[in-house]
């Protein structure tokens, strides 16, 4: 059966800087639609893209003619990755993204939709009187009439879009729209945002701009569409080039919405009112260059026609095709860790409460005040590594090469030489092999530059774990290890979920690996004044006590944690155990400085709310949040408003499991042990306590678990990290219920 599909392509408000650059330096094709843009606009309008300023790219005349170029650019990527592409059922665009559908049909060149976007926007520009849009996220219906009689009581304003049910946006004059976002909160409104736009798309402010399109366009040759185009309004289909021309010029001012429920329009590809009983005619999809906007300008070279690129059968199978709704599933776990060596010894610690904090014991620890870390004692490396490349390298490298192969065992994925280049590996670490830098400056301020180890800097390195995983494993497929300080285990376990949805691989080994208990390391920390102490006369396992009132610093720990995840699909199909679900992923900045999260826990906040976003994941859902959590007195507090502010009134309901309570912070390693924790508690339906809570802070009133491990329903859990520098992480797990 052929597979049936459609193209749409977004409208403004959806550019951001730095789009389409990843993109154009993977893909020829991608490069070559951006350099003919660049051509056709007489202007770098990639740079722009790829570098910004964002204020510049935010200006109408420039987003719009970025938002086609960048749609264009992954469709040339898609086609070059899938050798063709058959015809879709239909075209859509969202607004102007109607625009990039007729480039893609074949209506228009891409010199004359970039070229036709760029005047479209000067001409709303100048037809702008302080205008602006908002989207509004969960009105009902029956309150939409409300919504708009308050927006016109304050000006020009009408309801422009219905996205989807539940979904509008609302177009004016400013002070129109901004007041209508505040009225929609009030009327139920989930969400209310106003738009990064500087005009009032589909509003009556837009007439002069329609009139003067109208005569452009008049200028530029239409032919019929490959396929039927839906209208914006009423998805009708356009089967001509002139009911395209047409369409272009009425939707400035046409409110996309009409009142009442409509029904999606079916007719038959081809059939429409603007064709009335006449079939459809379908053309080859190769782009027809036009007749340019203007007389002066140059005819912009053909694209090179893409070549076929199937590499392998899962490619030909098409599970490596872009697929954003593709589900991810967890199917194995290792972990190497302060309270076990294995995930069910681990498991059981967890929610008997366990501690695997105590004195330190690798170096004299009596002339320092904090005396505790959480060490991986009577760990035998020879079980996952040969004894050579054990004394060759770091003990991280070591803990991630055994997480790794636990959790591949764990998965009962069979790495044979039909798969071995379709699986990847993202696996990181914070501070890659101090222990291996140290010895070998010993060694050469002790008896000279030739005792320094020929092989300690590629055994040192960050990247060292991701590099001897490959190895140990024979994954060929690609191999990354992001390094955000203790951000990295969250970073590269949400960017594997991603790669799996992007059709970079059909599975992945994602997590990351630490060893920071050396000497000089806790030093460097106890001077910076972030090593905790326990309350007077309490024993030293008690140290770490995230949210409690008393909390004074953390307690470093070492270890690692791996993930197996595949494509849903692929796990299905050869009968694999599913803990969860990866559905959703964030990550920001604080930019703001590199010890101390920033005001507010905002970088926190806005990881949490895009990994929230990513996938659709509504905030009142989520049950378990396994925090950062470190039991610093800002860090926590910090980290406790982000909280509240994404989770509002839900988050007393969230249970707050802070496991470094038990383990101390693993530093790049902790993103990825939390998050087997947190699939664990996913998996097992019960939240972990957290150790040592005793007195409630009321700056940050969270639903803190302590006591004993809370059984509970869990749907969804967050687990989240805050690193060093200023880098947030959220990774989001769902419970598998085998559907």
């Not at 409208?11 to 056709?40: H, I, K, N, R």
């Not at 100048?126 to 009902?140: K, R, Y």
């Not at 679900?581 to 990550?587: A, D, I, L, P, T």
């Amino acid at each position: 059966m052929a597979v049936q599909f459609a193209l749409v392509f977004p409208g403004q408000g959806s550019q951001y800087v730095g789009m389409g650059q990843a993109l154009a330096d993977a893909s020829p094709a991608a490069a070559a639609v951006f350099a003919a843009a660049d051509e056709a606009l007489g202007e770098p309008i990639s740079k722009l893209c790829f570098e910004g300023p964002e204020e510049q790219l935010n200006l109408t005349v420039n987003s719009q003619p970025a938002i086609v170029t960048t749609s264009i650019a992954y469709l040339a990527a898609l086609e070059q990755r899938l050798g063709s592409l058959p015809t879709p059922a239909f075209y859509a665009g969202h607004s102007m993204g109607q625009y990039s559908a007729m480039v893609a049909a074949g209506v228009i060149s891409l010199a004359d939709g970039v070229r036709l976007v760029r005047e479209r926007g000067r001409q709303m520009q100048a037809s702008a009187t302080d205008g602006s849009m908002a989207a509004v996220i969960g009105l009902p219906d029956d309150r939409l009439a409300e919504l708009e009689s308050a927006g016109q009581a304050l000006g020009v304003f009408t309801i422009a879009n219905r996205n989807s049910p539940g979904q509008i946006v609302v177009s004016g004059e400013r002070a129109a729209v901004e007041g209508a976002a505040e009225k929609a909160r009030e009327l139920g409104a989930k969400r209310a945002i106003v738009l990064p736009v500087s005009v009032a798309a589909h509003s009556p402010l837009m007439g002069r701009a329609a009139d003067a399109m109208r005569d452009v366009l008049a200028r530029v040759d239409f032919a019929d569409p490959l396929a039927p185009l839906l209208a914006n309004a009423d998805a009708r289909p356009l089967t001509t080039g002139e009911a395209c021309r047409t369409e272009l010029v009425e939707h400035l001012t046409r409110a996309h919405v009409r009142r009442g429920r409509q029904p999606f329009r079916r007719g038959r590809p081809g059939q429409g009112p603007d064709r009335p009983g006449q079939a459809h005619r379908p053309r080859s999809r190769r782009l027809r260059h036009r007749r340019p906007v203007g007389p002066r300008s140059p005819r912009p070279a053909r694209l090179p026609r893409p070549q076929r690129h199937i590499r392998s059968n899962l490619v030909a199978m098409g599970i490596r095709r872009p697929d954003f709704s593709r589900r991810v599933a967890v199917t194995g776990l290792g972990i190497i860790s302060p309270i076990g060596q294995d995930k069910d010894t681990v498991w059981d610690n967890l929610v008997n409460g366990r501690s695997g904090l105590k004195k330190i014991t690798r170096w004299d620890p009596s002339p320092y005040e904090a005396q505790v870390s959480g060490e991986v004692n009577d760990f035998d490396g020879t079980q996952w590594m040969d004894f050579k490349a054990i004394r060759r390298t770091d003990r991280n490298v070591v803990f991630g090469v055994a997480a790794a192969k636990q959790a591949l065992a764990d998965s009962g994925l069979e790495i044979t030489d039909d798969n071995r280049d379709d699986i990847g590996i993202l696996f990181g670490s914070g501070g890659g092999g101090p222990y291996l830098l140290m010895e070998n400056l010993q060694k050469w301020e002790n008896s000279g530059a030739r005792t320094v180890s020929p092989f300690f800097i590629a055994n040192m390195l960050p990247d060292t774990a991701s590099g001897q995983i490959a190895i140990e494993t024979g994954i060929r497929g690609s191999n990354m290890c992001i390094v955000t300080a203790c951000s990295t285990g969250t970073h590269n376990i949400g960017e594997a979920a991603e790669g799996i949805r992007r059709g970079d691989f059909i599975a992945a080994l994602a997590g990351a690996t630490e060893n920071p208990l050396h000497e000089m390391v806790h030093i460097g920390f106890s001077n910076m004044r972030g090593m905790g102490l326990p309350r007077p006369g309490e024993p030293l396992e008690t140290v770490s006590r995230p949210f409690d009132k008393t909390r004074n610093g953390f307690v470093l720990g070492e270890g690692s944690g791996a993930l197996v995840l595949e494509d849903l699909e692929f796990a299905k199909a050869r009968g694999a155990k599913v803990y969860a679900e990866v559905v959703g992923f964030g990550s920001a900045a604080d930019a703001w400085d590199l010890i101390q999260p920033v005001e507010k826990g905002d970088g926190a906040r806005r990881a949490m709310l895009q990994a929230l976003e990513r996938h659709g994941v509504p905030a009142d859902e989520i049950d378990l949040v396994n925090p950062h959590g470190t039991s610093t007195p800002l860090g926590d507090l910090r980290e406790a408003q982000a909280i509240w502010s994404v989770f509002g009134d839900h988050t007393p309901a969230v249970a707050i499991s802070a496991t470094k309570s038990m383990t101390g912070h693993l530093m790049g390693a902790a993103g990825a042990v939390e998050g087997v924790f947190t699939v664990l508690s996913v998996y097992n339906q019960t939240a972990p306590a957290t150790l040592n809570y005793r007195d409630e802070d009321p700056e940050i009133n969270l639903n803190v678990v302590h006591g004993t491990a809370r059984p509970m329903e869990i749907r969804y859990a967050m687990s989240d990290n805050i690193g060093l520098g200023g880098h947030n992480g959220a990774v989001i797990f769902k419970r598998y219920d085998g559907d």
